[in-house]
Nanobody, 121 residues
Framework: QVQLVESGGGLVQPGGSLRLSCVVSGASLDYYAIGWFRQVPGTERKEREVISCISSSDGVTYYADSVKGRFTTSRDDAKNTVYLQMNSLKAEDTANYYC???????????WGQGTQVTVSS
């Protein structure tokens, strides 16, 4: 059984930083690309957007324009964990953040439970 568990969310002031973790169990990171998605509270699941992704084979990363230059995705294969380092956070980054077993929302078979990030002064 593949499981993804996110952690690291919280309340942070604008300009601050957070690091989210996604621990994967039941599968190797060599098998799945891991995508980071976010969904604004009150919106539908179909509006969940991919903001970053890291490939399974060579760790190549992708970033949405909205987070490029501020967010960094990395992985620790020994810990089977993917990280999302978020710097220079803005109010518009407020959302529930999810990791999933794909870079495409419609193709992701496994999802974490989500972790909430609130950027507010």
């Amino acid at each position: 059984q593949v499981q993804l568990v996110e952690s690291g969310g919280g309340l942070v002031q604008p300009g601050g930083s957070l690091r989210l973790s996604c621990v994967v169990s039941g599968a190797s990171l060599d098998y799945y690309a891991i995508g980071w998605f976010r969904q604004v509270p009150g919106t539908e699941r179909k509006e969940r957007e991919v903001i970053s992704c890291i490939s399974s084979s060579d760790g190549v990363t992708y970033y949405a324009d909205s987070v490029k230059g501020r967010f960094t995705t990395s992985r620790d294969d020994a810990k089977n964990t993917v990280y999302l380092q978020m710097n220079s956070l803005k109010a518009e980054d407020t959302a529930n953040y999810y990791c999933a077993s794909s870079c495409l929302r419609g193709s992701a078979e496994y999802w974490g439970q989500g972790t909430q990030v609130t950027v507010s002064s």
